[in-house]
T-cell receptor
């Protein structure tokens, strides 16, 4: 069965510093990987995805993520954090080997960026 | 419509009552998902519909939960004999389906906040 782990409940970063939100996954086949963000009092929004090809994918709002097959990780990164990046971030995976297109999400990581 | 619409936005019910939550997906989206978001529990997968295929019900937590999708569009999530632990935000999402849909992003509704007293 496919699964996603986000080992940190919360990440605290000072504005202007680089940020990393961690994600590891488990699938039996090749993964499709996604990051979503939930801003306070707003719905979930798509940030970026990895399907195939270049291991470094770029997404919305200056975010990027690096796919690492050997470590089964897909960490979210941003070179310089903004206070407005403070939100709840979810990693998600689809398992291409499964017979279903269901998307499984991690537990979420709260990112707090302080001025 | 322009986005995924869910109703009601808030529902307060008494323990033991049945509730129905509605989701209107984006027109043309053949894939529809239900998730539950509880404090500290992340996004819990409930059920997935893809076109006319049999739904993936593997995430439904008990037989009190059921969902249907009529005409490939509107979906209803029903919770029978509600319990206090059912209190959560229930999110619906839709996306383009089929094999190409596997790479597509999900569009989420604003959710239904269910409170069971």
């Amino acid at each position: 069965a496919q699964s996603v782990a986000q080992p940190e409940d919360q990440v605290n970063v000072a504005e202007g510093n680089p940020l990393t939100v961690k994600c590891t996954y488990s699938v039996s086949g090749n993964p499709y990987l996604f990051w979503y963000v939930q801003y306070p009092n707003r719905g979930l929004q798509f940030l970026l995805k990895y399907i195939t090809g270049d291991n470094l994918v770029k997404g919305s709002y200056g975010f990027e993520a690096e796919f690492n097959k050997s470590q089964t990780s897909f960490h979210l990164k941003k070179p310089s954090a903004l206070v407005s990046d403070s939100a709840l971030y979810f990693c998600a995976v689809r398992d291409l080997a499964s017979n279903t297109g269901k998307l499984i999400f991690g537990q979420g990581t709260t990112l707090q960026v302080k001025p | 419509g322009a986005g995924v619409s869910q109703s009601p936005s808030n529902k307060v019910t008494e323990k033991g009552k049945d509730v129905e939550l509605r989701c209107d997906p984006i027109s043309g989206h053949t894939a529809l998902y239900w998730y539950r978001q509880s404090l500290g529990q992340g996004l819990e997968f409930l059920i997935y519909f893809q076109g006319n295929s049999a739904p993936d019900k593997s995430g439904l937590p008990s037989d009190r939960f059921s969902a249907e999708r009529t005409g490939g569009s509107v979906s209803t999530l029903t919770i029978q004999r509600t319990q206090q632990e059912d209190s959560a935000v229930y999110l619906c999402a839709s996306s383009l389906g089929g094999s190409q849909g596997l790479v597509e992003k999900l569009f989420f509704g604003s959710g239904t906040q269910l409170s069971v007293l």
